[in-house]
């Protein structure tokens, strides 16, 4: 399995994705530091890593900690769940695996424990984030892999494979599976401008499976609905709002109003961490704008004029009523998804 992110004990390994697919690089993050700018360069990115990383982060950041007593130590704790906190602020993901690490600390700090018994706690946690997420991928895949007929042709919009998780995959998951399960599965992944997170990464990593794989530019997506070629579309989330609304990367809404126009089935795979109960809609959803560099620029080369303004959102949100299921590793909602989602949600969280 490819490994997206690794836990060495005084540093946290992971590949450098904006390198893919010309060359495979890994980078060693020593700090939480160093750390919080891989997350925030996209060093690392997908909301499921983005969350590991940042336990990651936390626990590295304490395991160098020079700190003797508890006081400071919490005080530098707090400082480290801050400065992740401040990296992205779209992938829910990355909020809920700072909460663990919190609640990790404060259940040790309340037993008594001592800063060396804290800090293996925090790395036991964040090690653990990291195996469930696996493990959570590969569940998510065999619920969405029934949804998937034994020949299919499926649309996916960005990357959330293995590189956006701890491994496997969300929406590559569900694709994963079905190949896994002999269904005949050829895959059509947008290529996702303008960071083009399909064309390098999606790509990448299916060609290395062996599954056929062909990238089309996004406004593409229309045209080969409409002449029947794609069976359905399944796509990964950054936050899911409370009732169903999906935030994920930018160009993911037309291509999901394209498929209800089309009477295509628009799937959604995210694990539980993804969806926060604590938003009502869409409209609460923060959208992060990155830098311009993005849009008028591929590597060196310039694409637009220097007066022209840019815009670069990161991510649209999908209304819930253009998204036929969401596949998490807990089972399937379908709308309404103000119960179905909350009905999920109940299963304890953690074992």
Not at 209 to 235: K, P
Request: aromatic share 4%; hydrophobic share 45%.
């Amino acid at each position: 399995m490819l490994p997206t992110i690794e836990w060495k004990g005084d540093s946290v390994v992971m590949i450098d994705q904006r390198k893919l697919p010309a060359s495979e690089i890994y980078v060693t993050c020593r700090t939480a530091n160093d750390v919080a700018r891989a997350i925030k360069t996209m060093i690392i990115r997908g909301a499921p890593a983005i969350g590991v990383a940042a336990a990651m982060g936390i626990a590295l950041g304490m395991r160098k900690s020079k700190a003797t007593g508890t006081k400071q130590f919490a005080t530098e704790f707090q400082k480290t769940c801050a400065l992740m906190a401040a990296t992205r602020p779209t992938a829910v993901n990355l909020f809920w695996a700072i909460d663990c690490m919190k609640r990790t600390f404060a259940e040790a700090a309340q037993a008594g424990a001592s800063v060396g018994e804290i800090t293996d706690r925090l790395e036991a946690e964040a090690v653990k984030i990291h195996d469930d997420d696996v493990a959570s991928c590969r569940s998510m895949g065999a619920h969405g892999a029934s949804l998937v007929p034994e020949a299919a042709t499926i649309l996916t919009h960005c990357n959330a494979g293995a590189l956006a998780t701890a491994g496997y995959g969300t929406a590559l998951g569900v694709i994963r599976a079905a190949v896994e399960q002999g269904k005949r599965i050829a895959v059509l992944a947008d290529e996702t401008r303008p960071f083009l997170q399909g064309a390098r990464l999606t790509a990448w990593e299916l060609v290395k499976d062996g599954i056929d794989t062909t990238v089309i530019t996004d406004n593409m997506a229309g045209s080969i609905m409409r002449s029947g070629q794609i069976d359905l579309v399944v796509v990964g989330a950054d936050r899911i709002a409370a009732n169903g609304d999906v935030a994920n990367k930018v160009g993911t809404y037309p291509v999901a109003v394209l498929a209800k126009e089309h009477g295509i089935p628009f799937y959604v795979a995210a694990p539980i961490s993804t969806i926060d109960l604590k938003t009502a809609d869409g409209s609460g959803i923060p959208i992060e704008e990155r830098n311009a560099r993005e849009v008028t620029h591929v590597g060196s080369s310039q694409l637009t004029p220097a007066a022209a303004h840019i815009r670069n959102p990161a991510f649209d949100v999908t209304p819930a009523k253009f998204v036929t299921a969401i596949i998490t590793e807990r089972g399937i909602a379908r709308a309404p998804y103000d119960s179905s989602l909350r009905e999920l949600c109940r299963t304890p969280n953690r074992t």
